[in-house]
């Protein structure tokens, strides 16, 4: 099981996850799916870990729900036992995840990289829902995200069509913030993620991660109430501290982990 999503942590405190089922394009499997939320736990109260990347072994992120499962599901022969921890798992942990996608990245695939915060992509990745062209419906909060990152209109035509797109017009229509060359991608994601393991603060990150998820679901006014309160608590950090003197005396900070 340990070998179906494989970890390292640079001495940067960058944790890599990868997807590791290249021969089927890293197609979902509940093993797969409870070892990468194990991980994800793991790195949750691991103090040397500041930020996540997750990607894919060989030519895929993720081609979506392998088609075993989706087989002996449509024959009523599933007997698995599902992590209970919902698909949306990432959008809890404290810390910044940001999924590298560098190959294939459908239904299920698509799922888990939009529920991590930030998204860089292959140019040249393919990019699908293909739940309306498999008889299937937008799987997972699928309905609920994709408007909100990419508006209503642009969320429709890919979930109506199933059609492939690039990485390039993923980034186009907002649902990467980068799209680059994929013999660079995992480069350009690990060093992002450097720079917010050198120079955010943990307590800072794990905050704002929360409010950014949480507020969706909050009017303009609870918001800002509850920033007020955010912002107070965080005057008594040892963040705050730190954050000001590394400016003023312009050396990098030291921040304590989480």
Known sequence: M???VLSTLDDQGVLTLTFNRPESLNAWTDAMGRRYFDLLAEAEGNPDVRAVVVTGAGRGFCAGADFKT?????????DGAPDP?????PTTIRKPVIAAVNGAC???????ALVCDLVFTAAEAKWTTAFARRGLIAEYGLSWVLPRIMGQQRAMDVLLSGRVFTGREAY?????NRAVPAE???REAQEYAGELAGYSSPA??????RQV???WDTTLEQSAKAATQEMLASFGRPDFTEGVASFLERRPPAFPPL
């Open 204 to 209: 800072s990150m794990a905050v704002i991660k």
């Open 172 to 176: 186009e229509m907002g649902l990467a």
């Open 2 to 4: 340990a070998d179906l």
């Open 85 to 89: 921890r919902p698909n949306t798992f």
């Open 70 to 78: 989706l087989t002996a599901i449509q024959s009523g022969s599933y």
């Open 106 to 112: 459908a239904g299920l695939g698509m799922v888990h």
């Open 184 to 186: 660079s991608l995992l």
């Open 213 to 215: 998820w949480h507020d």
